[in-house]
């Protein structure tokens, strides 16, 4: 078995995800996540993609004790796979302005995440978990601890992008501008279809739609990133499951002081109860909406909202790309299998001369990637993202100076 695997760590705020990797084909050796059902937490993993194990626990852990549980029931017992790990690849979400390229942890990285923790609240903590965990449980680890960041892979992005038109001072002094997210998946995505449209990176231009349940779409010029929808926070741009992206700030004041509505609920609403969710009065789940489009006039105008606002956005990161554009690039999982928000959206971009083939489109779904356009249209293709092998990948070539 190869030597150099990587243990990749994700605590996020509502879920505990875990693999070990090789870093050169990709293979999970191990790989596990918990579920959270009904006041139970489920821990779920797999080893050489053969056995489902699942451990129930009854209280709802802290992460801090799921990790106990994960490290000693799990990954220590497996000792020939353990040993053969070379270095962890924590995943963090916000690191600020602070780092453009992943990092060996230490007290000063430590600091940085936890001045970031403002922008990601939830999930920074988390990951300071997980980062304890691994220091106290591995201890000769120690100096083979990398940091992964979201946020790095937008750090590209150009002042006149980031910035707000706020009083300059918050930035300055608060460091309010738009970071974005999902910067792992973009990194991955930029890569493959680097490789698979056969094209120098460093040429490349391309606009990737990550459409999860989180959404976000981000320009890519000569392989590195010139602008991202999402903000500050994971709010802002496209229409997402169930956060609503885009909205006149306005609103928000006049929920406040017209309605009474409170700054929690306020925050709930905007998080928690609207997008597909909140559109369709009955469901964030992409895969009901797409079946029921055509038998639900409520479901057919979210999903119509949903590729509305997506093209807009392709239409206006097309003009930012100069002189070429080599292809729109969809992942995530309504990128990856929803057939239907991929025909309606390039559908309405003929301008820029998208045509959807049929046939293509129909049979690109679950794992599947490849180009879902004519041979006489500009390329819009389909590539499985995959965070945990940009991960893997990034602190193998960290470690080993490549
Ligand atoms: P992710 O956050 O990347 O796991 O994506 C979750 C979203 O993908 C949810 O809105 C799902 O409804 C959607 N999704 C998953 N499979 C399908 C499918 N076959 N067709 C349409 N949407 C899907």
């Known amino acids: 078995m190869f030597k150099n695997l990587i243990l990749v760590l994700n605590c996020?705020?509502?879920?505990?995800?875990?693999?070990?990797?090789?870093?050169?084909?990709?293979?999970?050796?191990?790989?596990?996540?918990?579920?959270?059902?009904?006041?139970?937490?489920?821990?779920?993993?797999?080893?050489?993609?053969?056995?489902i194990y699942k451990k129930k626990i009854n209280i709802i852990y802290s992460n801090y004790k799921i990790?106990?549980?994960?490290?000693?029931?799990?990954?220590?017992?497996?000792?020939?796979?353990?040993?053969?790990?070379?270095?962890?690849?924590?995943?963090?979400?916000?690191?600020?302005?602070?780092?453009?390229?992943?990092?060996?942890?230490?007290?000063?990285?430590?600091?940085?995440?936890?001045?970031?923790?403002?922008?990601?609240?939830?999930?920074?903590?988390?990951?300071?978990?997980?980062?304890?965990?691994s220091f106290k449980l591995i201890p000769y680890f120690f100096k083979k601890n990398i940091a992964v960041f979201d946020t790095a892979f937008h750090q590209s992005i150009p002042k006149k992008a980031f910035l707000y038109a706020l009083p300059y001072s918050l930035y300055t002094k608060y460091k309010i501008r738009r970071y974005g997210a999902h910067g792992l998946s973009y990194k991955y995505i930029t890569l493959k279809t680097a490789e698979f449209l056969n094209k120098n990176i460093k040429t490349l231009n391309i606009i990737i739609c990550h459409l999860g349940n989180g959404c976000s779409i981000s320009a890519i010029k000569n392989g590195k990133c010139i602008d991202t929808s999402m903000g500050l926070t994971p709010l802002e741009g496209l229409i997402m499951g169930t956060r609503c992206g885009d909205i006149d700030p306005s609103i928000i004041f006049y929920l406040y002081n017209n309605l009474g509505i409170k700054i929690k609920k306020i925050i709930k609403i905007l998080n928690k109860e609207s997008g597909l969710l909140g559109l369709s009065e009955l469901t964030n789940d992409c895969r009901y909406i797409e079946k029921n489009y055509f038998k639900n006039k409520q479901l057919k105008l979210a999903i119509d909202i949903f590729c509305y606002k997506l093209s807009k956005y392709i239409g206006s990161y097309s003009i930012l790309m100069g002189n070429h554009l080599d292809a729109i690039v969809f992942t995530g999982g309504i990128g990856e299998n929803s057939i239907l928000i991929r025909k309606l959206t390039i559908n309405s971009l003929n301008i820029l001369n998208f045509k959807i083939s049929s046939i293509l489109n129909k049979n690109i779904y679950n794992t599947k990637f490849g180009i879902i356009t004519k041979s006489n249209s500009r390329i819009a293709l389909v590539i499985p993202s995959n965070e945990e092998l940009i991960i893997a990948k990034d602190v193998y070539n960290l470690i080993n100076h490549i």
């Open 12 to 51: 996020g705020s509502s879920s505990i995800k875990f693999a070990i990797i090789n870093p050169i084909n990709g293979n999970k050796i191990i790989k596990g996540l918990t579920e959270y059902k009904k006041k139970k937490c489920i821990i779920k993993w797999e080893i050489n993609n053969n056995f």
């Open 67 to 133: 990790l106990n549980l994960i490290f000693l029931n799990i990954l220590f017992k497996n000792k020939k796979i353990f040993k053969k790990i070379s270095a962890i690849g924590h995943r963090i979400v916000h690191g600020g302005e602070f780092f453009s390229n992943s990092i060996i942890i230490n007290d000063k990285v430590i600091n940085s995440i936890k001045e970031s923790i403002l922008f990601a609240t939830l999930h920074n903590k988390e990951h300071l978990i997980g980062i304890y965990k």
